[in-house]
Nanobody, 123 residues
Framework: QVQLEESGGGLVQAGGSLRLSCEAS????????MGWFRQAPGKERVFVAAISWTGGSTYYADSVKGRFTISRVSAKNPVFLQMNSLKPEDTAVYYCAAGVHEGSRSEYEYDFWGQGTQVTVSS
């Protein structure tokens, strides 16, 4: 079992930045690919970004490409999501997830999830 915990969310003005972190504990974590998803009020959870277990490959949703950067220090902890030039439409609960399918954009291919952290971008 892998436990994931997100942190770093908060309230920020449009154009600002936030960095989310995802810490893992439990069984061997280093071989898992990681993803970030978000869920806005009344909407489905959607893919944001993903990174391979080595950190060598990254994947982004078109809506965040060029503004967000996913990274990991090593094959272990932690995984970061640097969010720049934030927009009100980025407001959502952000979740990190771990799975064995590198670069997957489907939430169903991730095995472990955190509880989420709220990001609110004011206009």
């Amino acid at each position: 079992q892998v436990q994931l915990e997100e942190s770093g969310g908060g309230l920020v003005q449009a154009g600002g930045s936030l960095r989310l972190s995802c810490e893992a504990s439990g069984r061997t974590f280093s071989r898992y690919a990681m993803g970030w998803f978000r869920q806005a009020p009344g909407k489905e959870r959607v893919f944001v970004a993903a990174i391979s277990w080595t950190g060598g490959s990254t994947y982004y949703a078109d809506s965040v490409k060029g503004r967000f950067t996913i990274s990991r220090v090593s094959a272990k902890n932690p995984v970061f999501l640097q969010m720049n030039s934030l927009k009100p439409e980025d407001t959502a609960v952000y979740y990190c997830a771990a799975g064995v399918h590198e670069g997957s954009r489907s939430e169903y291919e991730y095995d472990f999830w955190g509880q989420g952290t709220q990001v609110t971008v004011s206009s």
